[in-house]
């Protein structure tokens, strides 16, 4: 079988891997590095998509799903079949109108031609044809997934894994059978050791009260899709219960869109989650501290003290940007990242130290308090170990998605069980 790197490897984004044997083929993503600098940068390097029949999806975030529009609009003859779960077939569409909106690199109707060409499939049932393939619970956001191959030595695809059990989500799927492990890195070196997530809400929800105290508001940069939830539910929980002042709390972007979809997705949700809704009196969902901003400028959540969640999460566009010039020059505000910053977006030059950051061609002075907190929905090196070491029958491991010192972080940890390969965008071997 031949696998074929299009994207995703020595990079954390534009996530597209072929496989092909004889006439049977699969694509699994095919997603966008929206961080680029540029088109060279940005999108896989698929120059022959048209040999693939089908494409496997693990979840909905664009560095996984935002080239397919432009691979559906290149060729009006490519029309092969995209499986998915159903929140991944959802959330999907969300996610490609907004990159569309943004970024007026493909049309409306192109979207609409991904979405018809969609499939969606349920954990463990197997699909595809020929090159036949099931998907497993990647503990990353609803619906995502891992992909496992399956032929005389399977192989098996993590796309982004979390071994971590949250508020809404059961952790990743262990003890699956494959010769072959493409695994993903961003968080691999040695000292990416993940907190126990009760620690890390304790002192996101102490660090919010203090800044509440001050006088000041909190802006929470966010992805629409998971993190957002997680969070949401656990300043609807603390506020709730008293631990948190009793403030407004706005939520901006497409995160409002995403719950509606995780609502109605609940079978994909972990068990607790799934029982309180399904079961319990009140809906975090609809939560009466939420509210949405009433104007264009944002002026009337500016006029008072607030928590703000707002996409998006790595300060590269979204209505982020506008709490951050209101907010960035007054120390007793707290700037709040919970998510992966990635190379070369603003929000990892400000996490890296700096402090004047240019916004929409605007100067903007960061004085605000800035703060992360390790709310993962990635596994740390020592879950990805655990990862290859529960995978039955594993030979060789493949590691993508991750920068690269990760990389080779990782691949230490490894290389004494395993044949460990870090593979170029562009290079193919035969698995």
Known sequence: MKLTFYGGAREVGRNCIGLQEGRSSLLMDCG???????????????????????????????????????????????????????????????????????????????IKGVVRHCKSIKYKKKAGKSMRFSFYNSGHILGSSMVLV????????????????????????????????????????????????????KELIDEIETTLIK????????????????????????????????VPIFVDGMILKA??????????????????LLHGSRDPFKSKHFHIPKTRSRSDVMRQQAIIVSTSGMLTGGPA??????????????????????????GRR???????????????????????????????????????????GLERVFLIHGEPAKLKELRDALKENYEVIIPKNGENYRV
């Open 150 to 201: 399956h032929s005389k030595s399977n192989l098996l695809f993590t796309s982004d894994v979390n071994n971590r059990k949250t508020r809404l989500l059961e952790p990743c799927h262990h003890g699956l059978t494959a010769k072959t492990l493409i695994m993903e890195s961003t968080y691999g070196a040695a000292k990416d050791k993940h907190s126990p997530l009760k620690e890390v809400i």
């Open 259 to 276: 719950n509606r979809i995780y609502r109605q997705n609940l079978d994909f949700a972990g068990k607790s989650i799934k029982h309180q």
């Open 321 to 346: 940007h506008i709490y951050l010039k209101y907010m960035a020059d007054n120390p007793r505000n707290l700037l709040a990242f919970i998510g992966y910053q990635a190379e070369g977006t603003p």
């Open 32 to 110: 966008v590095n929206v961080g680029a600098d540029s088109l060279s940068e940005e999108f896989p390097l698929l120059e022959d998509a048209k040999d693939y029949g089908q494409i496997a999806i693990s979840h909905a975030h664009l560095d996984h799903v935002g080239y397919l529009p432009i691979l559906y609009s290149k060729s009006k003859k490519f029309r092969s079949k995209i499986f998915a779960t159903k929140p991944t077939h959802d959330l999907m569409g969300l996610l490609l109108a907004d990159y569309q909106r943004l970024s007026n690199k493909f049309s409306k109707d192109a």
């Open 350 to 392: 400000i996490v890296d130290g700096d402090r004047e950051i240019e916004i929409d061609d605007q100067k903007v002075r960061i004085r605000m308090t800035v703060k992360e907190f390790d709310f993962s929905a990635h596994s740390d090196q020592a879950g990805l170990v655990q990862l290859a070491r529960t995978t039955k």
């Open 215 to 246: 006088g000041g508001s909190i802006l929470i940069p966010s992805f629409a899709v998971g993190r957002a939830q997680e969070i949401l539910f656990i300043l609807e929980q603390h506020m709730t219960s008293g631990a948190l002042s009793p």
